[in-house]
């Protein structure tokens, strides 16, 4: 059974930082796109970042220069360091794997607020 659960999320003041990591099992993970998406109260879902198999990555206009997306293929995981968070940022934060299926985690709730 295929299950990715994320962790890191937390509360934190403008200015800060989080460490967003995404646990997988289940899945041959060397192989399987991982994206970060976001979902703010009231708005649609929107993609974050992205790493590919080959380690490439891409990222949404609003979190460049802020956010860094990674992965660990030894160990199953995916990670997404947040710098310079903003209240803007204020989201559930939900991993996502593609390979032939695609997965989601249950979220991780970030807020930005002093």
């Known amino acids: 059974q295929v299950r990715l659960v994320e962790s890191g999320g937390g509360l934190v003041q403008p200015g800060g930082s989080l460490r967003l990591s995404c646990a997988a099992s289940?899945?041959?993970?060397?192989?399987?796109?991982m994206r970060w998406y976001r979902q703010a109260p009231g708005k649609q879902r929107e993609l974050v970042a992205t790493?590919?198999?080959?380690?490439?990555?891409n990222y949404a206009d609003s979190v460049k220069g802020r956010f860094t997306i990674s992965r660990d293929n030894a160990k199953y995981a995916a990670y997404l360091q947040m710098n310079s968070l903003n209240p803007e940022d204020t989201a559930v934060y939900y991993c996502?794997?593609?390979?032939?299926?695609?997965?989601w985690g249950q979220g991780t709730q970030v807020t930005v607020s002093s």
């Open positions: 790493v590919t198999p080959d380690g490439s990555t």
């Open positions: 996502n794997g593609r390979g032939s299926s695609e997965y």
């Open positions: 289940g899945m041959v993970f060397r192989f399987v796109a």
